[in-house]
C-alpha cells in the first residue's frame, strides 16, 4: 500500500489518525471489504466490537448453531484458490467450523493488521467543511476518514426481552446470539428456552439431550423442515467444486435467494393433488431452505401457499406422538416462509422426549420470571437455567446502535425514525460517502448472506475506486431516487404474502419498531441488474462532487 494511491493524500504512519476508509465491523462483510480497499492501495482501518473476527458467527456459539445454507454456497467466492482448497466437512456447517473458516481467510489474506479488535465504534459524523467523517471509538480515540462502510451484520444486536422478574432470577441465563465462550453444560439442569425461530429450534435438540427436563416457552410456532445434515463426502465436494463456475453464477445472476437451486416453472395449484404431494415429499426427504422453490408461487398465493403449510402440519401431527403438542407445534397464523422458515434436525421429534415440555405462551403469556422458575398461565415451572431464544432488533438495530451524524447535524437514528430510509439499499440521503453492506432495502436476509455481501462490497469498492479515478470528494444518494426506491421496496413486498406475518423483516419483534418490511424481495438477480445499472449510467440518483466544487453536491441533493 502505498501512500500516494491514498484519498486523503496523507500519508499513513501506523499510528495516524487518519484513514481513507473506516469499516465498521469485522464480519464476513468487513473482512471482504477490507480486502478489496486494501487492493485498491487505500488504508483502512476496520474496528470491531468482538474480540476476533467472525462477526454474527464469533456470537451465536449457542448448541447446535449452524448455517441453514450449505456450506459448499455459504462461502465466499472471490477467490478460487481459497474456495478449492477449504475443506467443508458437512452439507451444513456447524458454527465452529465457519468461525475457523473466517479466521482462515483473515489469516490467509493477512487482514488482521488493519484491525482493532475490542473497539466499538461509538459516533460518526460528517465535517461538512472538510468532507470527511470524524470516527470516535470506545477507546476513547478519533480517526478521520473520506468514507466509512458500516458493515455491522443484520443479525447482530440481539435482544433481551422485557420479562418482569428477569433480573432476579437465580440461574444462569444465556442469551443464543451472544452465548459464553466457555462451553456451557446443562448435564442434570433443569432448562428453560424461552422462544421458538430459528435459534431455539437448532438448540433444544441438543440441550434436551443434556438437560434433565427441557421446558420450551412457545409464543409462535414456527416451520422447520428436516436440514438431512450429513458428512460431505470428498466425492461431493470435489463435483461441488467442479460445477462452481456455473454455481457462483447462477447464485449471483439468476437465483432470487442467491441459492443455486432449481427454478420452479410452476405454481402450486397447477398440479394435481397427488403429483403436488409427491413433490413435497421429495423436497422434504432432500431436506433445507429449497423447500420452499419447489413452486414458484408460494409466496405469492395464499391458495398456494396453504398446499404447502398444510404438508407441513400433516409431517408435524405424523412426527409428534402427543396430539395435544403435536396442534400447539403446528404453525397456523402466518403463511409458511413468511417468517424465515427453519432448517432443523430433530427438532419436531424432541418434543416426544419425557424429559421435554412445551408450554403454549400465547394463550397463556409468561407473567413473570421468578427466581427459580417461570411463571405462566397461573403454573410455575421450575428450572435452573434460562436459555432467551428471543432473536434480534434485525437490520436496523445494530446501525442504531451508532451515532451517526450527517449533513447539518441530522443523525441517521432520527432520519430512521419511522423506519430505514436508503437508495438500494447502500447509502441514506444526507450521510455522504457513507455506506451500508447489506442496509435495509437490499435483498441481505432474504438471500444467501455471503451472495449479498460479496455484491455490495464489489460495488462499493468499484464506486470508491472510480470517484478516486475521476476526482470525486463526495457521493450521496438523491432523495428523490431514494424516495422512489422506498417506494419500490414496499411496493414489491406487498405484492407477496410476506407483510401477513408478524416477522423480525418487519420489525414486528421490537415493541415500538416502525413495522415496515425491510429487505428487498425482489430477488438477488434483479437487484444485482439494478445496481450495475445505476453504476454504468454515472451512479444514477447519486449526486458526487468534485473535490474543488463542494458547495455544488448541497445545491444539488
Ligand atoms: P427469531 O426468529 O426472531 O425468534 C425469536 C423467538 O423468540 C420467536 O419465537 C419469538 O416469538 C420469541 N420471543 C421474542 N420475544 C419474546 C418474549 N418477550 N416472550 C416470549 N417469546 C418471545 O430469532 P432467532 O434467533 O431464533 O433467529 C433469528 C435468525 O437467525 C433466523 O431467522 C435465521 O435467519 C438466523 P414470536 O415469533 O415473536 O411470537
Same mark, same amino acid.
Given at each position: 500500500?502505498?501512500?500516494?494511491?491514498?484519498?486523503?493524500?496523507?500519508?499513513?504512519?501506523?499510528?495516524?489518525?487518519?484513514?481513507?476508509?473506516?469499516?465498521?465491523?469485522?464480519?464476513?462483510?468487513?473482512?471482504?471489504?477490507?480486502?478489496?480497499?486494501?487492493?485498491?492501495?487505500?488504508?483502512?482501518?476496520?474496528?470491531?466490537?468482538?474480540?476476533?473476527?467472525? =462477526?454474527?458467527?464469533?456470537?451465536?456459539?449457542?448448541?447446535?448453531?449452524?448455517?441453514?445454507?450449505?456450506?459448499?454456497?455459504?462461502?465466499?467466492?472471490?477467490?478460487?484458490?481459497? +474456495?478449492?482448497?477449504?475443506?467443508?466437512?458437512?452439507?451444513?456447517?456447524?458454527?465452529?467450523?465457519?468461525?475457523?473458516?473466517?479466521?482462515?481467510? #483473515?489469516?490467509?489474506?493477512?487482514?488482521?493488521?488493519?484491525? *482493532?479488535?475490542?473497539?466499538?465504534?461509538?459516533?460518526?459524523?460528517?465535517?461538512?467543511?472538510?468532507?470527511?467523517? +470524524?470516527?470516535?471509538?470506545?477507546?476513547?480515540?478519533?480517526?478521520?476518514?473520506?468514507?466509512?462502510?458500516?458493515?455491522?451484520?443484520?443479525?447482530?444486536?440481539?435482544?433481551?426481552?422485557?420479562?418482569?422478574? $428477569?433480573?432476579?432470577?437465580?440461574?444462569?441465563?444465556?442469551?443464543?446470539?451472544?452465548?459464553?465462550?466457555?462451553?456451557?453444560?446443562?448435564?442434570?439442569?433443569?432448562?428453560?428456552?424461552?422462544?421458538?425461530?430459528?435459534?431455539?429450534?437448532?438448540?433444544?435438540?441438543?440441550?434436551?439431550? +443434556? &438437560?434433565?427436563?427441557?421446558?420450551?416457552?412457545?409464543?409462535?410456532?414456527?416451520?422447520?423442515?428436516?436440514?438431512?445434515?450429513?458428512?460431505?463426502?470428498?466425492?461431493?465436494?470435489? &463435483?461441488?467444486?467442479?460445477?462452481?463456475?456455473?454455481?457462483?453464477?447462477? #447464485?449471483?445472476?439468476?437465483?432470487?435467494?442467491?441459492?443455486?437451486?432449481?427454478?420452479?416453472? /410452476?405454481?402450486?395449484?397447477?398440479?394435481?393433488?397427488?403429483?403436488? %404431494?409427491?413433490? @413435497?415429499?421429495?423436497?422434504?426427504?432432500?431436506?433445507?431452505?429449497?423447500?420452499?422453490?419447489? @413452486?414458484?408461487?408460494?409466496?405469492?398465493?395464499?391458495?398456494?401457499?396453504?398446499?404447502?403449510?398444510?404438508?407441513?402440519?400433516?409431517?408435524?401431527?405424523?412426527?409428534?406422538?402427543?396430539?395435544?403438542?403435536?396442534?400447539?407445534?403446528?404453525?397456523?397464523?402466518?403463511? !409458511?416462509?413468511?417468517?424465515?422458515?427453519?432448517?432443523?434436525?430433530?427438532?419436531? &421429534?424432541?418434543?416426544? %422426549?419425557?424429559?421435554?415440555?412445551?408450554?403454549?405462551? %400465547?394463550?397463556?403469556? !409468561?407473567?413473570? !420470571?421468578?427466581?427459580?422458575?417461570?411463571?405462566?398461565?397461573?403454573?410455575?415451572?421450575?428450572?435452573?437455567?434460562?436459555?432467551?431464544?428471543?432473536?434480534?432488533?434485525?437490520?436496523?438495530?445494530?446501525?442504531?446502535?451508532?451515532?451517526?451524524?450527517?449533513?447539518? =447535524?441530522?443523525?441517521?437514528?432520527?432520519?430512521?425514525?419511522?423506519?430505514?430510509?436508503?437508495?438500494?439499499?447502500?447509502?441514506?440521503?444526507?450521510?455522504?460517502?457513507?455506506?451500508? !453492506?447489506?442496509?435495509?432495502?437490499?435483498?441481505?436476509?432474504?438471500?444467501?448472506?455471503?451472495?449479498?455481501?460479496?455484491?455490495?462490497?464489489?460495488?462499493?469498492?468499484?464506486?470508491?475506486?472510480?470517484?478516486?479515478?475521476?476526482?470525486?470528494?463526495?457521493?450521496?444518494?438523491?432523495?428523490?431516487?431514494?424516495?422512489?426506491?422506498?417506494?419500490?421496496?414496499?411496493?414489491?413486498?406487498?405484492?407477496? $404474502?410476506?407483510? *401477513?406475518?408478524?416477522?423480525?423483516?418487519?420489525?414486528?419483534?421490537?415493541?415500538?419498531?416502525?413495522?415496515?418490511?425491510?429487505?428487498?424481495?425482489?430477488?438477488?438477480?434483479?437487484? /444485482?441488474?439494478?445496481?450495475?445499472?445505476?453504476?454504468?449510467?454515472?451512479?444514477?440518483?447519486?449526486?458526487?462532487?468534485?473535490?474543488?466544487?463542494?458547495?455544488?453536491?448541497? &445545491?444539488?441533493?
Amino acid at each position: 500500500m502505498s501512500a500516494s494511491s491514498s484519498i486523503s493524500g496523507k500519508s499513513h504512519a501506523a499510528d495516524t489518525a487518519t484513514r481513507d476508509v473506516v469499516v465498521v465491523g469485522a464480519g464476513f462483510a468487513g473482512l471482504y471489504m477490507l480486502y478489496r480497499l486494501r487492493g485498491l492501495g487505500l488504508s483502512v482501518r476496520v474496528y470491531e466490537q468482538g474480540g476476533d473476527v467472525g =462477526g454474527t458467527w464469533y456470537w451465536n456459539r449457542y448448541p447446535g448453531a449452524r448455517c441453514d445454507v450449505e456450506s459448499m454456497q455459504y462461502s465466499y467466492s472471490f477467490s478460487d484458490e481459497l +474456495q478449492q482448497e477449504w475443506d467443508w466437512s458437512e452439507r451444513y456447517a456447524p458454527q465452529p467450523e465457519i468461525l475457523k473458516y473466517v479466521n482462515h481467510v #483473515a489469516d490467509r489474506f493477512k487482514l488482521r493488521p488493519d484491525i *482493532q479488535f475490542n473497539t466499538r465504534v461509538v459516533r460518526a459524523s460528517f465535517d461538512e467543511a472538510d468532507n470527511s467523517w +470524524q470516527v470516535t471509538t470506545s477507546d476513547g480515540k478519533a480517526v478521520t476518514a473520506k468514507y466509512v462502510v458500516l458493515a455491522t451484520g443484520c443479525l447482530s444486536n440481539a435482544r433481551m426481552p422485557d420479562i418482569k422478574g $428477569l433480573s432476579d432470577f437465580k440461574g444462569s441465563v444465556y442469551h443464543t446470539g451472544h452465548w459464553p465462550h466457555e462451553p456451557v453444560d446443562f448435564t442434570g439442569q433443569r432448562v428453560g428456552v424461552i422462544g421458538t425461530g430459528s435459534s431455539a429450534i437448532q438448540s433444544v435438540p441438543v440441550i434436551a439431550e +443434556q &438437560a434433565s427436563h427441557l421446558t420450551v416457552f412457545q409464543r409462535t410456532a414456527n416451520f422447520s423442515i428436516p436440514a438431512r445434515n450429513a458428512a460431505l463426502t470428498v466425492e461431493e465436494r470435489e &463435483a461441488f467444486r467442479a460445477k462452481y463456475p456455473e454455481i457462483r453464477r447462477f #447464485a449471483r445472476e439468476q437465483a432470487r435467494n442467491g441459492i443455486y437451486t432449481e427454478m420452479p416453472d /410452476r405454481g402450486a395449484l397447477d398440479d394435481g393433488d397427488n403429483e403436488r %404431494r409427491s413433490k @413435497y415429499e421429495s423436497r422434504w426427504s432432500r431436506g433445507g431452505l429449497t423447500f420452499m422453490s419447489v @413452486y414458484n408461487n408460494l409466496a405469492l398465493d395464499k391458495a398456494a401457499n396453504d398446499t404447502a403449510a398444510d404438508f407441513v402440519r400433516a409431517k408435524i401431527a405424523e412426527i409428534v406422538s402427543d396430539p395435544t403438542t403435536a396442534k400447539l407445534l403446528q404453525p397456523n397464523n402466518h403463511p !409458511i416462509g413468511s417468517k424465515r422458515i427453519c432448517v432443523d434436525t430433530d427438532y419436531y &421429534a424432541t418434543f416426544n %422426549r419425557p424429559n421435554v415440555t412445551l408450554v403454549d405462551i %400465547r394463550s397463556n403469556p !409468561i407473567e413473570e !420470571i421468578l427466581p427459580n422458575g417461570v411463571r405462566a398461565g397461573g403454573g410455575d415451572y421450575e428450572v435452573d437455567a434460562l436459555v432467551l431464544a428471543t432473536g434480534f432488533d434485525a437490520m436496523t438495530g445494530s446501525v442504531a446502535r451508532l451515532d451517526i451524524v450527517g449533513r447539518q =447535524g441530522q443523525t441517521l437514528n432520527q432520519k430512521w425514525a419511522e423506519g430505514p430510509k436508503t437508495y438500494l439499499g447502500l447509502m441514506s440521503a444526507g450521510f455522504p460517502n457513507l455506506f451500508i !453492506i447489506t442496509g435495509p432495502g437490499s435483498p441481505s436476509v432474504l438471500s444467501n448472506m455471503i451472495v449479498s455481501i460479496e455484491q455490495h462490497v464489489d460495488w462499493i469498492a468499484d464506486c470508491i475506486a472510480t470517484m478516486r479515478d475521476r476526482g470525486l470528494d463526495t457521493m450521496e444518494a438523491r432523495r428523490d431516487a431514494e424516495d422512489k426506491w422506498v417506494a419500490h421496496v414496499n411496493e414489491v413486498a406487498h405484492g407477496t $404474502l410476506y407483510p *401477513q406475518a408478524n416477522s423480525w423483516y418487519m420489525g414486528a419483534n421490537i415493541p415500538g419498531k416502525p413495522q415496515i418490511f425491510m429487505p428487498y424481495i425482489g430477488g438477488v438477480g434483479v437487484y /444485482r441488474q439494478i445496481c450495475n445499472d445505476v453504476a454504468a449510467k454515472g451512479y444514477e440518483g447519486f449526486a458526487m462532487t468534485a473535490a474543488e466544487l463542494p458547495q455544488k453536491m448541497a &445545491a444539488s441533493s
